[in-house]
T-cell receptor, first 115, second 115 residues
């Protein structure tokens, strides 16, 4: 099964440029999340979405923009990339709230370098 | 507010020996607790969860975790470690009285199993 896919797998960009990371899931999961992973910080939530057209800030939202016009897609945009945004970015999804559905599925990540 | 602490950045264990990866949590209500594992260059994978019921939870790959409410801990254990268990392990928590708030992850513990 296709599951949850992220693209690109690797990206190098320059400071000040806009870059968009893509996330697509095939399960029609209601919830989608963007995390960044940094040494010493673990996983930190950037933004999340409970459904199409509903998004909320996480712990570290500054400098990022998200949209969710379709349930299956949740792109993350860095409007003007900074070196501090060099990181590995993970997208995740889960089904609608319910104890048995309380399980995140993660993509393989996008490794972003901002020079 | 909810938080998770993983006090050890690194755990080393010999193959065949029991392993423990520690996790403590803080929530204002009752916790949903999770363990996820990350293999190199991959996204996180669900291992096990505690929602309610038995304090000892069994999960994938022979792992188990013990919920201890009085010590606010949820340590991950395995009776006999394998070299293939070497990975990065994350503990996560959500307060199930807090509605749809996302999971909060610890900083991760790197497990190295030595042959």
């Amino acid at each position: 099964d296709a599951g949850i896919t992220q693209s690109p797998r690797y990206k190098i960009t320059e400071t000040g440029r806009q870059v968009t990371l893509m996330c697509h899931q095939t399960w029609s999961h209601s919830y989608m999340f963007w995390y960044r992973q940094d040494l010493g910080h673990g996983l930190r939530l950037i933004y999340y979405s409970a459904a199409a057209d509903i998004t909320d800030k996480g712990e570290v939202p500054d400098g990022y923009v998200v949209s969710r016009s379709k349930t299956e897609n949740f792109p993350l945009t860095l409007e003007s990339a900074t070196r501090s945004q060099t990181s590995v970015y993970f997208c995740a999804s889960r089904a609608r709230q319910g104890v048995t559905n309380e399980k995140l599925f993660f993509g393989s990540g996008t490794q972003l370098s901002v020079l | 507010a909810q938080s998770v602490a993983q006090p050890e950045d690194q755990v080393n264990v010999a193959e065949g020996n029991p392993l423990t990866v520690k996790c403590t949590y803080s929530v204002s209500g009752n916790p949903y607790l999770f363990w996820y594992v990350q293999y190199p260059n991959r996204g996180l994978q669900f291992l096990l969860k505690y929602i309610t019921g038995d304090n000892l939870v069994k999960g994938s790959y022979g792992f188990e975790a013990e919920f201890n409410k009085s010590q606010t801990s949820f340590h991950l254990k395995k009776p006999s470690a394998l070299v293939s268990d070497s990975a990065l392990y994350f503990c996560a928590v959500r307060d199930w009285g807090s509605g749809n708030t996302p999971l909060v992850f610890g900083k991760g513990t790197r497990l190295s199993v030595i042959a």
